[in-house]
C-alpha cells in the first residue's frame, strides 16, 4: 500500500505546476515530461457488496540529444502503478539511438515491437483493458485467463531486450526484437509489421505479430495466469482498427501455444473486438474480450471467460476528465467510474 500512496503523491506533486513547464527544448536537445493519475471506486456486484478504492497512475521521461541532422541518441524512464505494484521501481528504462528516415534502436527495459506495433480494442474508459486490466485486479478470475488480446512477453522489468523499428515507408512500419539475461526465459525473438492508411475519410490499420520464446522457466506472463514452465511458447496476434470520422472499431486475436508444459496451463486464445464514438465532449464504447485456455491440451480442463464493457468519458478540459463504465465477467458484474487528470 505505501507504494501506491508514493505515486499518488507522486503523480500531485507533477501536477503542481502548469503542464507546459514540462517540456523543455534547447538546440540540439529536447527533454519531455508526461504523467497522469486516477481517483474513483469500484464495485463489483453493485448494491451488494461494497464500494472498493480504485487508483491508476503513470509517469514517463524522455531525454533527447541531436548529434546532427540524421542521427539522435536519448534515454526514456517510465514508472506506473504495474511496476510499483510488483515492488518494481521502472516499467522501463532504455536507450535510444535514431536515425532520420531509417528507423529507431532501443536497448534496454522495454516491451517489445509486438506490442508496441500491436492494436488494441477501442475502451474509452480506465480500467486498461488492453494492459493488465483493472477489473481483475478487484475480481479474481477463476481460472487462468490470457486477459490482453495484444501479444506480450510478459512483464518487462527483469530482461534486457534489444528493439529495432524501421521507419514507416509508403504505409508501413515493421520491428524485430531479440531479449535475454533474464532468470524467466533462455531467450526471445518478436517481430511485427504494420500497415496503416490515412487517407481518405475511412482510416485503416492492421498489425500482425509473432514471437518465439526458449524454456520459459517461472515466466510471469501476467498477474492473472500462473507461472510458465514449458519446452519453449509461440504465440502470434493479429489487431484490425478502421475508423470513419468519429466512429472507431477495432478488432484483435492472440494465440499462445506452450509445448509440454510443467504444471497449470495457461496457453490458448484471447479473442476481443469492439466500439467506440466521440461527439462533442463525450466519449462512449462497448468492448467485448473472450478468454479460453487450455485449448491446447486434451489433459487439461479448459477455462472460459468472458468479459463485456461499457463506457462513457466526458472531457472537462484538455488535462480533466470523468469516466463511467459497466461491464461483466463471466460470474460477476461490476460499475466502476474516477476523476482522471494527464499532461
Known sequence: MKYSIFGYVLVLALFANSANAYQYKGDNFRFKLDASGQVGMFQANPFKEKS???????ARAEFDYNLNDKHTIGAVYAIDAIAVDEKQWNHELFALWQIKGVGRTELGITPSVARKLGIGLPDVGGLRINEEPLFYKKIAPRGPIISESILSTGHNHDALRLNWVGTSIENVQYGLSIAGLS????????GAVKFKNSDGKLKTAISLAASFMDKPDGLEASIYTPDVFADWRAQASIGLN?????LVWGTSVRGI?????????????????????DFMRFSVSVS???????????????????TVLGSMRYKYSEYMDIWLSIGTTSKTPFISGALRISF
Not at 292 to 305: F, L, N, P, Q, R
Open 52 to 58: 472498493l478504492f480504485l487508483g491508476d497512475w503513470d
Open 183 to 190: 532468470d524467466d526465459f533462455k531467450y526471445s525473438v518478436d
Open 242 to 246: 478502421l475508423q470513419y470520422n468519429s
Open 257 to 277: 501455444y506452450d509445448r509440454n508444459p510443467i504444471g497449470d496451463v495457461s496457453d490458448g486464445l484471447s479473442v476481443g473486438t469492439g466500439v467506440s464514438y
Open 288 to 306: 467485448y474480450l473472450l478468454s479460453d485456455t487450455g485449448i491446447w491440451h486434451s489433459d487439461v480442463e479448459k477455462y472460459v471467460d468472458n
